[in-house]
């Protein structure tokens, strides 16, 4: 079984900075390929970036350049550092693992919410 729990989310302004962790049960984030997603009263669930168990990531045109996502395998924690954010970003940050990045995650955290107003 694997647990997932997220953290790090909170209010800001536009154009500042967060950085999410998603901390995972033990030996999880190297072996799983794990993303995160967000979804909001507004908009259904979207992915937002990807990492899978090699390294490789992959980002949604909408947050390319200013997302960055990463792993701490040590910790068992995947990140997500985001930058210029703006209030289109505002939302409930889950993320979801699986072993195979082609399929839907199998295991989800409970979720961390961002909000991004003035």
């Known amino acids: 079984q694997v647990t997932l729990v997220e953290s790090g989310g909170g209010s800001v302004q536009p154009g500042g900075s967060l950085r999410l962790s998603c901390a995972a049960s033990e030996d999880t984030v190297s072996r799983y390929c794990i993303s995160w997603y967000r979804q909001s009263a507004t908009k259904k669930r979207e992915g937002v970036a990807t990492?899978?168990?090699?390294?490789?990531?992959f980002y949604a045109s909408v947050v390319s350049g200013r997302f960055t996502i990463s792993r701490d395998n040590a910790k068992n924690t995947v990140y997500l550092q985001m930058q210029s954010l703006q209030p289109e970003d505002t939302g409930t940050y889950y993320c979801g693992a699986r072993l195979a990045c082609e399929n839907q995650p199998d295991y989800w955290g409970q979720g961390t919410q961002v909000t991004v107003s003035s």
């Open positions: 990492i899978s168990g090699p390294g490789t990531t």
